[in-house]
């Protein structure tokens, strides 16, 4: 027959790629098991997800080095999801059947919430970042450290002690700006009933659109309601934007601004805009900064990227706790029931047993029970000066705000 | 009333940036009729490889700015050559889809090269902020403003007066009879795409400074051609008052409307302002009604 | 162009969508093939092809108001996301049966998609095009701002189920999927065979001279936008009751925009298009997928798994390439194949619009009509 064309041959190809799924059977030989990572490496959270996902990459690459978990190696899973459902729940449904699939981390509220009722079904373990509501509706899904609610409930404390140190009477105003998605609210879902609580009035809150590049607006109608606080959501560099703005109309010089866990890290936003984000107090539930880069830890990151420490993000770090808490699980469940019968259902078992694993100082000790699924309890408070990090408390135990709301 | 001006006045000084972007897409219409999507890559590309120049290289500032205006010409000569050449004589329609096309494909290599990171451009522009009357008007604002009209006036100028201006105009014309007076229409538009590509860089280097390079900087070029549709896709005046009209509108209407309905009247308000523009006068403020015969 | 010895003797042989005896059994064992193919639980294969037949239904209406109505319309992904909340919020908070919501959320879909194709009386073309991606910007803020929908924390509606037998698994949400798609890829071939095909048909080659010859323009325009909007409200309803997650940000700019890709990719005027553009386009895309940790570790300046950017890099590069080279499509290509294969060893066929013998040569470039609708 004639020549069949490029396209015809270009269309063989291409179904024989599709045809052709690689298995895990390269790793046949050894014993292990495997970690899935739902992440954005190249949207809006992608300066959160990037230096995170190394962190377990290293960590797991230090692990195996060191000959894994009793002879058991853990395979390393990173998906780019583009913060995309669609994209996250196919990635999910292609490496579900990876050998020994024990945790997926789903590092997005909305992607959280949609995977969830698939890991369900296999129950397989689910981390997500921080919804309370996970807490509240008990499942097989774990949250990474203290629930946004609480944190947002710490910060309302410090809040009201710092308005009392500088000797004002009354209340503070405080106001809240953040993404307009499940994430931005869901620190209001706990947070607002607390603020009632400790009789701290909350300004009406406001929410952007995670692509929006100016937040003047915003800001302008919280300042004309007479904010003194304004608590910044958002995954740096967000919040690193939203305060460059409020410093450009001249807000931070009467207004206290404060950050999330995701706020303004040394190589990304306290780097970008040193003076804007100058007095700036972050709330976190890791340790960052100067702190941080001096773990031990933290040397895996010149050994394994090659990068000067300057350029080391804190989430990096704080990625590795997600690989210690899946060592200590995988100990304890292959104690209890041995490599062979290692399944999802054994890993969920385990992880209800690590309350008060220390995760060797990075965070708070984990609190992971079977009627608990917040990570750990504690939080620290860090300020901005002159273009670091540097804390201003030691850890503090959260408050419980998930119980306040009605989920 | 000084939030109403607050809101305003900011609204305008940003609406300056937007009708740079809608003038290179005016005046890539104008020659070529064709309708390009591809600007907002072009400023996000722009002001990406001014960063590279002044930060990444420690170049001065006007050696940066030089190379950057090299670096905005070979792209959007680049464009112009390889994906937009190969279909004249086709449909207008498919080249709008084409420079859709240059959008994605450029979006994806901008989003690898970013990583969802943010670069901020070093302050090269006074970072102060005059208090007039109760209203906070940054000086960098207006020193862009500034810059935005004076890229105006010289478009203006090079269409008047320059050889290669009036040529540009006669093909905006009639292609055919500017080819029957000698000139070159291949030329032009290339000449018209390194030019667009110009000014969009300039609208990307002064948006960049304000808003900083981040992944959703080259979706701007979405609201330029709204502005450009506002105001008459052949006309640059038409654009300049757009653009103006756009920024306060965004501004008011974000600061008005939205504790009424809960937000995110912002990003709405330029696109109810299009639809309604279209259905009501569908070829902008200024620009010419065409005719159409079977 | 016919395979040698058949002919057309009657009228309803030359309208027929399937034409031989041996068209009959290709469909047939296809079809059976198509049922059969959960029973080899291929867990992945099983989501992608669901995820390719929802597709391919949104495609389908998109061709019918772009590809046979000439009218361009960027709406798809708010379309569909009408149709997935309405599905979601009769069946969650009014009761609803799935059984009933899919054709209410098509119809509420289609509706609204009067609304939104009214533009297309006034303006056309580019103009249009600007016109829908304004009311997909429109349509996306309403829902994010009502409370009914879930505002930005989305719904969560139940699978479908007859009965007590639940369609929790992909497996058996593919018989219902697949099923659909039959459906609504028959009434799309069909629809275009008949008077309102032809009337569509008609607009999109000059709509002044259609109006001029008696096609009332409002009627079939508007039509044509409830049919598309129709065939996406379906397909949302059937990826809320799939996915189990209605969610705003699953419905962007970014999902209308490679709507529209695959369908240029694909081929804008014939039903086959679609289908080629879906399958193409979403195939690249789980390739890029599956080999960008091998392109990661090979080119390290790429960065950490650069999966999705590299596919939309992919997907402007091969949009680039196919309007250069190939603006009608794969479908075109497809069909110089079949004229070549039915024609082999002869070298010509009879141009019926030039009047000619032309040589038919495999792949070219400039090859001219065939008298197909394009």
Same mark, same amino acid.
């Given at each position: 027959m004639r020549k069949a064309g490029g396209g015809f041959i270009f269309i063989i190809l291409v179904s024989c790629l599709l045809l052709w799924t690689p298995k895990g059977d390269s790793w046949a030989q050894e014993k292990t098991v495997t970690y899935l990572s739902l992440a954005?490496? +190249?949207? !809006?959270i992608a300066g959160l997800n990037v230096p995170a996902d190394m962190g377990v990459e290293d960590y797991f690459k230090e692990l195996n080095a060191r000959g894994g978990v009793e002879g058991v190696k853990v395979k390393f899973i990173g998906v780019? +999801?583009?913060?995309d459902v669609a994209r996250a729940v196919s990635a999910y449904k292609r490496y579900r059947t990876e050998t020994k699939l024990l945790v997926v981390n789903a590092i997005s509220t909305g992607i959280g919430k949609a995977v969830g009722p698939l890991t369900a079904r296999d129950k397989i373990v689910q981390l997500v970042p921080g919804d309370g509501e996970f807490q509240a509706k008990r499942g097989r899904v774990f949250i990474w450290g203290p629930a946004y609610q609480d944190s947002f409930a710490a910060a309302l404390d410090w809040i009201l002690g710092d308005w009392k140190a500088r000797g004002k009477s009354g209340v503070p105003k405080v106001g809240f700006i953040s993404w307009d998605n499940p994430y931005g609210k869901e620190f209001l879902r706990g947070g607002r009933e607390y603020a009632e609580k400790i009789g701290v009035p909350l300004l009406k809150p406001e929410f952007f659109p995670p692509g929006a590049l100016d937040h003047t607006v915003y800001l302008t109608r919280l300042a004309t309601a007479g904010a003194n606080y304004i608590f910044a959501g958002g995954v740096d560099p967000t919040p690193t934007n939203v305060i460059r703005d409020a410093h450009k109309l001249g807000l931070t010089k009467t207004i206290q601004f404060l950050a999330d866990y995701w706020g303004p890290t040394e190589p990304v936003g306290v780097r970008a805009h040193p003076e804007a984000l100058e007095g700036t107090v972050i709330t976190s539930y890791y340790l960052r900064g100067e702190e941080a880069k001096k773990? !031990?830890? /933290? /040397?895996l990151w010149k050994k394994y990227r090659g990068k000067p420490y300057e350029d080391l993000n804190e989430v990096y770090p704080n990625g590795m706790v997600w690989g210690m808490d899946f060592e200590e699980g995988l100990k304890i469940a292959l104690k209890d029931v041995g490599y062979e019968k290692l399944n999802g259902e054994a890993m969920f078992q385990a992880y209800q047993k690590l309350t008060g694993f220390k995760r060797q100082g990075i965070t708070g000790p984990n609190a992971y029970s079977p009627t608990s699924r917040r990570g750990s309890l504690e939080i620290k408070f860090y300020r901005v000066k002159s273009a670091k990090v540097i804390p201003v408390t030691e850890w503090k135990k959260a408050p419980d705000a998930v119980s306040l709301h009605k989920f | 009333m000084t939030n109403f001006l607050q809101l305003a006045i900011t609204g305008l000084l940003t609406g300056g940036l937007y009708a740079m972007v809608g003038a290179a897409i005016v005046l890539v219409y104008k020659s070529t009729h064709v309708v390009s999507l591809a600007h907002g890559q072009f400023l996000a590309f722009g002001a990406f490889f001014f960063y590279i120049f002044i930060s990444v290289l420690d170049l001065p500032f006007w050696a940066a700015i030089l190379l950057t205006f090299l670096v905005a010409a070979a792209i959007g000569l680049a464009a112009e050559r390889f994906s937009l050449r190969p279909l004249i004589g086709q449909p207008l329609f498919s080249a709008f889809l084409m420079t859709f096309a240059i959008f994605m494909t450029m979006d994806g290599i901008f989003q690898l090269i970013l990583k969802g990171e943010t670069r901020t451009l070093p302050h090269f522009l006074s970072t102060e902020t005059l208090s007039v009357g109760g209203l906070n008007i940054p000086t960098g604002g207006i020193l862009s403003f500034g810059v935005a009209l004076a890229m105006f006036s010289l478009l203006g100028l090079f269409f008047r007066f320059t050889k290669v201006g009036l040529g540009m105009r006669a093909t905006a014309e009639d292609h055919q009879l500017a080819q029957s007076t000698g000139i070159s229409v291949r030329t032009i538009f290339s000449i018209v795409w390194i030019v667009s590509a110009l000014v969009a860089a300039v609208a990307g280097i002064s948006l960049a400074r304000v808003m900083d390079i981040h992944y959703p900087l080259p979706w701007i070029g979405v609201k330029g051609l709204v502005v450009a549709l506002f105001g008459g896709l052949d006309s640059l005046p038409g654009a300049l008052l757009a653009g103006l009209i756009l920024g306060m509108l965004e501004n008011l209407s974000a600061g008005y409307l939205d504790p009424l309905v809960g937000g995110g009247v912002g990003d709405v308000a330029a696109y109810v302002m299009l639809l309604l523009i279209l259905l009501v006068k569908p070829f902008g403020l200024f620009g010419l009604k065409r005719i159409e015969r079977i | 162009m016919l395979p040698c010895g058949v002919y057309n003797e009657r009228y309803a042989q030359d309208m027929a969508v399937v034409r031989t005896k041996r068209h009959w059994a290709i469909l047939l064992i296809s079809l059976f093939l198509l049922y059969l193919f959960p029973v080899f639980d291929l867990q992945y294969f099983i989501s992608f092809i669901n995820y390719l037949c929802i597709t391919f239904i949104i495609v389908l209406g998109l061709q019918v108001v772009t590809g046979f109505c000439g009218q361009v319309s960027f709406g798809q992904a708010a379309f569909m996301a009408i149709g997935a909340y309405t599905s979601a919020i009769l069946t969650l908070k009014f009761g609803f049966s799935f059984w009933l919501a899919l054709p209410l959320s098509g119809l509420s879909a289609g509706v609204i998609g009067l609304i939104g194709g009214a533009p297309s009386l006034r303006i056309k073309g580019f103009y249009l095009a600007m016109a829908t991606l304004a009311i997909h910007f429109l349509i996306m803020w309403l829902i994010m701002h009502l409370e009914i929908t879930g505002s930005t924390q989305g719904l969560h509606p139940a699978p479908p189920s007859i009965g007590g037998f639940e369609f929790d698994s992909d497996g058996k949400m593919y018989y219902i999927i697949v099923s659909v798609m039959l459906l609504m890829t028959y009434g799309a071939k069909n629809m275009m065979r008949t008077r309102l095909g032809r009337a569509f048909v008609a607009i999109r080659d000059n709509d002044l001279a259609a109006e001029v010859m008696g096609i009332n323009l409002y009627r079939y325009k508007l039509l044509a936008f409830f049919i598309s909007c129709f065939y996406a409200g379906i397909a949302g309803s059937l990826w809320a009751h799939w996915i189990m997650v209605v969610h705003p940000e699953q419905f962007t700019v970014l999902h209308a925009v490679w709507y529209v890709g695959m369908l240029i990719v694909g081929g804008m005027s014939l039903t086959a298009g679609a289908f080629f553009g879906v399958v193409f386009l979403r195939g690249l895309d789980e390739l890029v997928m599956f080999s960008s940790p091998f392109l990661a570790s090979t080119f390290p300046w790429l960065g950490t798994h650069p999966a999705a950017s590299l596919g939309v890099t992919a997907f402007g590069l091969i949009l680039i390439i196919f309007l250069i080279f190939e603006p009608r499509g794969i479908a075109h290509r497809w069909e110089i194949f079949k004229t070549s294969y039915r024609l082999y060893p002869f070298a010509y066929y009879y141009n019926s619009s030039s009047r000619k013998w032309d040589k038919v040569i495999f792949p070219r470039w400039d090859i001219p009509d065939y008298g197909y609708p394009s």
């Open positions: 954005d490496y +190249t949207g !809006p780019d +999801t583009r913060y773990h !031990p830890l /933290a /040397a | - | -």
